[in-house]
C-alpha cells in the first residue's frame, strides 16, 4: 500500500483538523493521535491437508473513555496493523457521534478467506479468540463482524469464549445468528442507518430521493442491503452495481432483489442479464443522486474526485475518500455523508443487541427499526446543527461533535 494511501495516517490526518478547529488542548490531542492499547497474535490452525499454517492477528482498543471497546473484526489478505488502527480510530468517533456508551476497537486478520474451507475458518476463529479472549467480554471489548467475516464465525467466537470462561456470555460479541442471541435487524442495521441519513440529508439539502438515480461500489452484506433499501425505504432506483470483479450497468434500472439472488447463487454479478458490464472506476464516476461507496477504502481519490458526479456520497465503507478528495469534492458541492456517522447504524444495533444479551430479553423488529430510526436521525440533526452554527462541511461537524465527546469523558476521567 502506498504510504500516502495509509489509512491510519488519513485517519490522524483528519484528527489534526479537528483538534485544531476544536483547539483541543495538546495534552488530549497526542492522547487522541494514537491506540491506548494494541496486540497482535500469531496464531497457529491446523489446515486441511495436515499442515499448520501461522496466521497474524491484531485487536487495537483505540480508546474506551465512554464505555468497553466495540468493532468488527476484519479478515483480509492485505489486512495490516495500520489498517486495523485506523478502523479503530473511526469505531471511538462512531460510537460518539451516534452517543452510545461503548468505546472504539477493532480487530483483523491477515487471511484469504475465499480460499479456505469452512472447517480452517472456524479453526482461525477460535484461535484467534484463544489468544485475544483475556481482553475480550462485556466489560472489557465486543468484537463483530466485518468483511469478510460472518454470522456463522461470530458464532464460532462465541462458543470458544464460552467453553473457555466455563460459563455463557453471549454479549461477548455481536452480529451473531438470531437463535444465539443475535438482535433481530443486525443483518441490514449498516446499510439500513446509511439509508436513514440519507433521507434526512435529502430533507436538509432539499435533494428529491424517490425516482431518483443510485449506485453502489461493493455488493456484500452492507451494499446488497443498501440497494434493497434504497429502494424500498426512499424509492431510489438502482442504475449500477459492483464487487470485486466488476459491476452491472443499465440506466432504465436494475432490479435490487433480482442482483441480490444473481449475486448469491452465481457469486459474481458477472452475466448479470438485463445490464452491461461496468468497471468499479465508471460506476463511481456515473451521474447518479446517490453514489453507496459499500467496499474498502481510498477508492475516491485526487485522481477520480474531480469526476464523481453524484448529489449525495454515502459512504457506508469505512474510510472510501482521501482527505485531498474529500476537499475537491467539498468545493464541487457533492453532499458527503461520512462513513463514522453514515454506517453507524452496525454499531447502533450491536449496542442494542448487547442491551438484550444482558438483559436476556429480546426486542422485535419493529422496535429495533424504531430505535435505529431515531438513533440515526437524531445523530444526523446533530451534526447538521454544529456544521450550521460552524460553517464546516459534514464530515468536519461529525468530528468535532464526535472528538470533543470523547475529550470530555477522558478529561472527566482525569486522564487529561
Ligand atoms: P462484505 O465482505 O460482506 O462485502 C464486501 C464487498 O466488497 C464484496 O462484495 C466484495 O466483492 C466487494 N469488494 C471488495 N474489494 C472491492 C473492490 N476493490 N472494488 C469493488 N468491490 C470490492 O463486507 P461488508 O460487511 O459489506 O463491508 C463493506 C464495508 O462496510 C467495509 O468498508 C466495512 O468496514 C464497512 N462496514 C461494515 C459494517 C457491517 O456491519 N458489516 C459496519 C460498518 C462498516
Redesign the pocket.
Known sequence: MQEKFNPFRIAQEQLDQVAAKLELDPVTHQLLRNPMHEMSAALPVKMDDGSTKIFQGFRVQYNMSRGPGKG?I?WHPRETLDTVRA?AAWMTWKTAVVDIPLGGAKGGVVCNPGEMSMGEKERLARAYIRAFAGSLGMTKDVPA????TTPQIMAWMMDEYETIAGECHPGVIT?KPVPLGGSKGRSD??ARGGIYVTREAGRAFDITLIGSSMAV???????QNAALLGEEILGLKVVAV???RGGVYNSRGLDAKQLVEYKNTNGTLKGFPNGEEIT?DELLQLKVTVLFP???EN?ITQENASRINCNICCE???GPTTPEADEVLDTNGVVVLPDFLA?AG??TVSYFEQVQNANNFYWDLQEVHSRLNAKMTSAFQNVYDVCEYNDVSLRQGAYMLAVARVAEACKLRGWV
Open positions: 468488527g476484519r478502523l463482524p466485518d468483511v469478510y452480529g442495521a449498516t461500489m461493493g455488493f456484500g452484506n452492507v451494499g459492483s464487487d470485486s468499479n459499500a467496499a474498502l477508492v457506508l465503507a469505512n454506517n452496525g454499531v
